[in-house]
């Protein structure tokens, strides 16, 4: 599975919208892009996932560029308790096999 | 409720104690996975079963054996552990082989200390 990069860490004001960036140049085409939060000491929570279209739903959306070798998650209108480390992860799915391996994610931390 | 059970929440271990974690999905889902997440690191992939069948074991020791008995149920079976083994142990499962959404659903996780 094609590796991601993301900012360590990265502060929102709360109420504003949170964009969180992932870089995965190596993405190949069967790869899907994949985020998931983890609250502190909880079991990671899937958000949102796409191959090449911009993807919505009632907790994010996902924008992912044309040449599919990065993407963003915005959280439209963030809150005290979106504060987690967000996980970007591309992976093969179907029965190819694909697991789902985690980075360092980026600890966003949203401020009152 | 996610529909992934861990138990027991937390556990404290000797060095030389037997115990075993228990994850139990009510998502109908055929796979299941073991992960383990230490202080300030990321989530590490342990086991994964595909239909009950154990299809990776990511040079784990032996002093963690996982069980699966049926589609429902996974087992961390542990024995003679170490301290640099106390961790958040997590338990997720999904519907691989073609079928639904592809997402991993985890359990709220068991904090393991060694002592």
């Known amino acids: 599975d094609a590796k991601t990069t993301q900012p360590t860490s990265m502060d929102c004001a709360e109420g504003r919208a949170a964009n969180l960036p992932c870089n995965h140049s190596t993405i190949s085409g069967n790869e899907y892009v994949y985020w998931y939060r983890q609250i502190h000491s909880q079991g990671p929570q899937y958000i949102i996932h796409g191959l090449k279209n911009n993807e919505t739903n009632e907790m994010a959306s996902l924008i992912i560029t044309e040449d599919r070798k990065s993407s963003t998650l915005i959280l439209p209108h963030a809150t005290l308790r979106d504060t987690a480390v967000y996980y970007c992860i591309v992976r093969v799915v179907r029965n190819q096999g694909g697991k789902l391996i985690f980075g360092q994610g980026t600890e966003l931390s949203v401020k009152p | 409720e996610t529909g992934v059970t861990q138990t027991p929440r937390h556990l404290v271990m000797g060095m030389t104690n037997k115990k075993s974690l228990k994850c139990e999905q009510h998502l109908g889902h055929n796979a299941m996975y073991w992960y383990k997440q230490s202080a300030k690191k990321p989530l590490e992939l342990m086991f994964v079963?595909?239909?009950?069948?154990?299809?990776e074991n990511n040079s784990v020791p032996s002093r963690f054996s996982p069980e699966c008995p049926n589609s429902s149920h996974l087992f961390l079976h542990l024995h003679t552990l170490q301290p640099e083994d106390s961790a958040l142990y997590l338990c997720?499962?999904?519907?691989?082989?073609?079928?639904?959404?592809?997402?991993?659903?985890f359990g709220s996780g068991t904090r393991l200390t060694v002592v």
């Open positions: 997720a499962s999904s519907q691989e082989l073609g079928q639904g959404n592809y997402g991993y659903t």
């Open positions: 079963y595909s239909l009950e069948e154990r299809v």
